[in-house]
């Protein structure tokens, strides 16, 4: 809303209808009409069907690793790989990330332990996780935030020296790599979501992928509450099956795949040359490859003049809705055992990290119009800062 408390000089927001933040990549209607005809036709609406198995393959091709195990969304793909692992004890886990992390590993029966994450990377790191191992640690999870690579190889060796089982949540991170490896086959296995503001949407959805045969049959036969998918002996089962509806979706967005991360990375590079040089404003850099699905940008309060929940406040006022994150932070949400460590770093990003909006339905014009507008409050930051109601 454009109110006299929030808004610049001027009586029309930046854009006539809000631009949200997170915004759903679709297929073409035929496409989906057709693909729901197969399914009405076969009258098969679950239980490993025959979309479901051909996302399955299609995915592990994608992502170049041998399995990928589909279902109903990318919180039980954490919790079914993180119950898989047989473990019981503590699990190292970024305090930085969104509280489904945190959830499913819980679910899993295991104990979080926070850790600070990288000020640069705003994820773990190997020397970071290293002095929190104790006798009772059993794992590590890190999380490949913002579509970017995490400290992969070194959390390999230290969760090897250690006797640690290392699984990844790559929710962001469908599509990224590092040179020619991509995220998908590291560890014991690596949990996605396509819920719909990923970039791979099944409307909701997610799969977890991973190099061991094993490791699949478990998640094949857990998936599932029911014998005839047996495929390895597990402590436990569940539905979490992804339906057919949610397979024809995925499929389809996989086709578009390309083509989305395409139009992402435009966007992304427009959003580089309209910020460059904004005092107080870093854009933080995906992996290459990417899916530039997030634009995500962290606010120096002194040197952009305004904090980054003011800037927020103001860009809603011109019906730009960014999002800040992780607010509140998973730490703060998602209780741990025992005393909260110390998590600067953590407390710091959770004050000043924001993501941009980017999707389907921007126009590059329209990423111009929202880096102007930023210019703008930037430029009009003294007078903006002394209206009344504007956030700390
Ligand atoms: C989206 C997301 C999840 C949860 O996935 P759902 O499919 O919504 O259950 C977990 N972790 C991260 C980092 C995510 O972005």
């Known amino acids: 809303m454009k109110t006299s408390e929030n808004s610049l000089p001027g009586d029309s927001p930046a854009f006539k209808n809000p631009l949200h933040v997170a915004q759903v990549n679709l297929p073409p209607w035929e496409q989906l009409e057709s693909s729901f005809r197969g399914i009405f036709a076969r009258q098969y609406f679950a239980n490993n069907g025959p979309l479901v198995r051909e996302l399955d393959t299609a995915i592990a091709d994608t992502l170049g690793v ?11 793909a954490i919790a079914l790989l993180a119950r ?3 473990l019981t004890g503590d699990v190292i886990v970024p305090a930085f990330t969104f509280p489904a992390t945190v959830q499913g590993l819980l679910w899993a029966g295991l104990n979080p332990v926070y ?14 996780v290293e002095p929190l191992i104790d006798s009772k640690t059993v794992a590590v999870m890190g999380v490949n935030l913002w579509g970017k690579v995490g400290d992969i190889s070194n959390l390999e060796t230290l969760c090897s020296q250690h006797g640690l089982a290392l699984i990844f949540d790559s929710c962001h991170a469908f599509a990224c790599g590092h040179g020619k490896c991509m995220v998908g086959g590291a560890g014991r296995g690596e949990a996605f979501s396509f819920h719909a503001t990923k970039v791979l949407n099944a409307a909701e959805g997610g799969c977890i992928t991973t ?9 094949k036969t857990m998936r599932c509450f029911h014998p005839s998918e047996t495929f390895a002996t597990v402590p436990l089962r569940f ?3 992804m339906s057919e509806a949610q397979a024809a979706l995925a499929l389809l967005s996989l086709e578009q795949l390309d083509a989305n991360i395409h139009a992402n990375k435009s966007r992304y590079q427009a959003y580089v040359s309209g910020l460059k040089g904004m005092p107080g404003i870093r854009l933080v850099e995906p992996a290459e490859p990417g899916n530039y699905q997030y634009i995500v940008i962290c606010i120096d309060r002194h040197d952009f003049g305004l904090s980054r929940d003011a800037l927020m406040y103001v860009l809603a006022g011109e019906n730009i809705l960014c999002r800040r994150h992780f607010y509140p932070g998973a730490h703060q949400v998602v209780p741990a055992k025992g005393r909260l460590p110390e998590l600067p770093v953590t407390e710091l990003l959770c ?9 389907q339905q921007m126009a590059l014009n ?13 430029t009009q930051r003294d007078y903006l800062s002394q209206l009344q109601g504007m956030p700390e």
């Open 66 to 76: 041998n399995y990928a195990v589909c279902v109903t969304n990318g919180t039980l």
């Open 239 to 241: 539905n979490a099956k």
């Open 115 to 128: 850790c600070d994450v990288d000020p640069d990377t705003h994820m773990l790191t190997a020397a970071l």
């Open 84 to 86: 898989a692992l047989e």
């Open 351 to 359: 004050q000043t990290v924001m993501q941009l909006p980017n999707g």
């Open 211 to 219: 190099n061991d045969p094993e490791m699949a049959a478990r998640l």
């Open 366 to 378: 329209d990423v111009n119009r929202v880096c102007e507008t930023i210019r703008l409050i930037h």
